[in-house]
């Protein structure tokens, strides 16, 4: 039973501490990249793009590549037909 009281004020402390501390920040809000440094939130929306722009790049590398590698089969077999024929 004491146990439970004493649980139960650590979680109603810290609820009053966070809330404490968020109204004391401002509009700012801050958010951990996994590695334990915070970012601001424009930090973190120049990091998402920065982050989509990669992928973007990544993809279209990927379909050039297939674009290639198609173009290259295609021409492979138009060899073959015609070296077939004569």
């Not at 809000?29 to 998402?48: C, Q």
């Amino acid at each position: 039973m004491a146990m439970r009281s004493v649980q139960s004020r650590v979680v109603l402390t810290r609820a009053l501490l966070t809330r404490s501390m968020e109204s004391s920040r401002g509009a700012t809000r801050y958010f951990s990249d996994g590695k334990g440094k915070v970012l601001s939130e424009e930090e973190r929306a120049a990091e998402n793009v920065y982050i989509k722009k990669m992928e973007r790049e990544r993809l279209e590398k990927l379909k050039q590549k297939a674009a290639k590698e198609s173009a290259e089969n295609e021409k492979v077999i138009a060899d073959k037909k015609t070296d077939g024929t004569h």
